[in-house]
T-cell receptor, first 114, second 111 residues
Framework: DAGITQSPRHKVTETGTPVTLRCHQT?????MYWYRQDPGHGLRLIHY???????DKGEVSDGYSVSRSKTEDFLLTLESATSSQTSVYFC?????????????FGEGSWLTVV | GIQVEQSPPDLILQEGANSTLRCNFS?????LQWFHQNPWGQLINLFY???GTKQNGRLSATTVATERYSLLYISSSQTTDSGVYFC?????????????FGAGTQVVVTP
């Protein structure tokens, strides 16, 4: 257990509304990531963070923003949700070079945009 | 970007059988990990293995970085091994921990 908690775990929202997903970790890891998983596309990186207030874009960042004001929290915001953002969202952390750079995932957040 | 191909896409096994899953990648990597996604959607890290061989119980993995492939071996399969197995890689030019995932191998183990 890497101490990763995602919230909410399930959400249904309407097109055009903003949505924020939260990832909370308890082990002070520096690196955090947001992935989305879709049938036929596998897992794709949305955004990642390498420290407080240090973030960068991944492969599919359009329509998403992130913030990291504390080491333990990494927020993913859908600025104006669209049906194409219906997906399963996974937060992940990297345990870092000292522990072999192993990636651990949270349990996922199922988002449906109607 | 780097291409990651996993084979076979689907695999049906009888309980107790052995199997080999393959991951080919198109460029040099300094990060390779295997994950198992169970039928409830949970993603579990199996191995961090950019090179060499590792074993963990009935599972083992080998990466031959110079030939750009990795193998995951499942021995004496059990129904709890069912799910999707993903290979994910990172290259020297990627920021720390950024991974490119393959499409996965769907494994079904029947009693």
């Amino acid at each position: 257990d890497a101490g990763i908690t995602q919230s909410p775990r399930h959400k249904v929202t309407e097109t055009g509304t903003p949505v924020t997903l939260r990832c909370h970790q308890t082990e002070n890891h520096r690196y955090m990531y947001w992935y989305r998983q879709d049938p036929g596309h596998g897992l794709r990186l949305i955004h990642y963070s390498y420290g407080v207030k240090d973030t960068d874009k991944g492969e599919v960042s359009d329509g998403y923003s992130v913030s990291r004001s504390k080491t333990e929290d990494f927020l993913l915001t859908l600025e104006s949700a669209t049906s194409s953002q219906t997906s399963v969202y996974f937060c992940a952390i990297s345990a870092g070079y000292e522990t072999g750079n192993t990636i651990y995932f949270g349990e996922g957040s199922w988002l449906t945009v109607v | 970007g780097i291409q990651v191909e996993q084979s076979p896409p689907d695999l049906i096994l009888q309980e107790g059988a052995n199997s080999t899953l393959r991951c080919n990648f198109s460029d040099s990597v300094n990060n390779l990990q295997w994950f198992h996604q169970n039928p409830w959607g949970q993603l579990i890290n199996l191995f961090y293995i950019p090179s060499g061989t590792k074993q963990n119980g009935r599972l083992s993995a080998t990466t031959v970085a110079t030939e750009r492939y990795s193998l995951l071996y499942i021995s004496s399969s059990q129904t709890t091994d069912s799910g999707v197995y993903f290979c994910a890689v990172g290259t020297l030019t990627d920021s720390w921990g950024k991974l490119q995932f393959g499409a996965g191998t769907q494994v079904v183990v029947t009693p």
